[in-house]
């Protein structure tokens, strides 16, 4: 078995005579040239005579602890045998044991044999006798092998003094359970004992079994996050004015609650974000008050007609007006009250640096705004 990774590689020799024939006369890869005796790997020159990353051609790599003698691997002399990318000595190696992978466990390899006198004396080989495939153990502390060869301890019990113990906290049921009542559903409390289906067995009892995102307070499953009688805790109520929210008691919104704000208005959410309150500032601040998600501030032809639309929910758009006098690029949106029943005409500018301007009249001709722009007439 000496030597077994090099004569393996020695099976490449016509591989490795070709490629330093061709080393011999200079050898070039892609725009890499390498001198006489050496090839391109992964674009660098290299020796394959002496390389033990690539032994005889590229990418051959030897054993851990080979060297690469005239291109074949070849392992050092206290460890001439192969295993994986390893050099060994399978006469002594207690991981490696006569043949690869043969592991003596807490023994020593001696010879290509397990040798099981370590102490303390309850170390022995198990298979009985089997040196050359078994592993040497404890039988007075292996789960396995407990007291002798194959005695097995059951699950949860543990090998003690070479024999098989069910230990506290655990308790033993059978001659095969041991297990701990504590928490065990087939056996809570007492050995047994099995809990109802939905139920899990807590501190001995069975208890009710919640679902994830569920708190088990009081023999019912709440949601800590929401629930007003058990919000954040089970201990903690909300006042009757109060709502749970995020495992916080929160006051009441009587309008509308966007994420953990409470709006002035009951007007649909912006995403997580209240709705942006916009005015007509024609009277007193508080009249034709309108909310909705466009930004305060914005100016277009669609903003303008929903100003104009708070101040005449039913008049007729007459044109969008161009007031050059205002200053260039100015546009406004005409809206004439129904003429039937009311009258007047209001202009909502959006266009142009006289934008936000509003002019309103009792005039049924729609006219630009004759003021100059101060502070915005509407938002």
Known sequence: MANSFAR????????AAAIVALAGAGCSSSSVTCPTGQIACSGACIDPKTNPLHCG???IACDAGATCNGGLCECPTAKPD????????????ANNC?????ACGIGTC????????TPPDTVTICPPGAYATGTCVNLANNGANCGACGNACVPDNVCSASTCQCLAPNTACSATVCTNTATDPAN?????????AGQTCVASACVQTCAAGLTLCGGACVNLQTDPLHCGSCTRACTSS???SAGACQATCPTLTCGSTCCTDNTACCGSSCPNRHRNFIGTPDVQTYFDCTPTGTYNVTTAETAARKWSP????????SCPALGGGTICFALQKPVLTESGCGVWCYQGPYAGTLSVSQSAICSCPTTPLGTKDWD
Request: net charge negative; proline share 2%; hydrophobic share 30%.
């Open 8 to 15: 393996f590689v020695a099976g490449w020799g016509w591989v």
């Open 57 to 59: 051609t590229c990418n």
């Open 82 to 93: 192969s295993c994986g990318i390893q050099c060994v000595n399978l006469q002594t190696d």
């Open 98 to 102: 006569g043949t690869c992978g043969h």
């Open 110 to 117: 001696v010879g290509a044999l397990c040798s099981c006198t």
């Open 188 to 196: 809570c409390g007492t050995c047994g004992t099995v809990c109802p």
């Open 242 to 244: 109060q709502t749970c």
């Open 314 to 321: 039913n008049g007729l758009q007459i044109s969008n007006l």
